[in-house]
């Protein structure tokens, strides 16, 4: 479930909620009660071991040889 950051402009808090993507604009009260928040923007940074390009072709960089974080060549 996504989690979307937000902030209390009556005490400065920022807290957290998780909800479903089709609350995401729903107010949310703040942990110490009160009700004048705003929605923070999050970043999101997705990291993983695909080998692809964000394009969806084949593996950026001359080390394509796979295995390993740069390539395998190196024995790491």
Do not use: I, W
Not at 20 to 37: I, K, L, N, V
């Amino acid at each position: 479930m996504p989690r979307y950051e937000f902030r209390c402009r009556a005490c400065g808090d920022t807290f957290e909620v998780n909800r479903p993507m089709a609350e995401a604009g729903a107010p949310a009260d703040c942990p110490q009660g009160h009700a004048d928040t705003v929605k923070l923007l999050s970043t999101v940074a997705v990291t993983g071991r695909g080998g692809g390009s964000a394009t969806g072709g084949a593996p950026a960089g001359p080390a394509a040889g796979g295995g390993g974080c740069c390539g395998g060549g190196c024995g790491c």
